[in-house]
């Protein structure tokens, strides 16, 4: 899970410094990115899965024939009859069919974040989705809020 911290200025502040000005009408919204990286390997576009199967092919048909005294192909396998059951896990998932949008176990495929519904300190009374968010008044810099 990845975290990422962004600051917003009062409105609109004109200048670039690092702390506010001495004005106690000034705050700090700070606002924190949650996302869930993907679980499974997205599936390959079909335009890619082309590409690399013509890949595969040329590389097939022009590839550079060795003798096998050279390579030594008898000496290169492993050693011992290993097999392994490989059940792939579903794609698709009990939360994915209810749309249960709540769930982090759906999706498993995309990114997923971390958004909340309701007011924030600039939607002016509006319900609206936002990144989680908390305002900061008491101090200059987003540094000393957090110490």
């Known amino acids: 899970m990845q975290r990422t ?21 000034q705050k ?35 590839r550079r024939i060795y003798p096998d005294e050279l390579l030594d192909k008898s000496n290169a396998r492993g050693k011992g009859d290993y097999h392994i059951d490989y059940v792939p896990a579903p794609r698709i998932t009990e939360a994915d069919k209810m749309n249960d949008r709540k769930s982090l176990q759906r999706a498993l495929d995309r990114r997923l974040y971390l958004l909340l519904y309701g007011n924030t300190d600039g939607s002016a009374g509006k319900s609206v989705w936002h990144f989680p968010e908390k305002v900061y008044q008491s101090e200059e810099t987003l540094r000393k809020n957090l110490h």
């Not at 200025?9 to 001495?22: E, Q």
């Not at 576009?45 to 082309?50: M, Q, S, T, W």
């Open 5 to 25: 911290i962004t600051i917003l200025r009062g409105p609109l502040v004109r200048d670039r410094g690092f702390s506010t000005s001495s004005s106690s009408s």
């Open 28 to 62: 700090i919204v700070a606002s924190v990115l949650f996302e869930r990286l993907p679980v499974v390997i997205p599936k390959i576009d079909p335009v890619v899965y082309a590409y690399q199967e013509f890949a595969f092919r040329w590389r097939q048909q022009y």
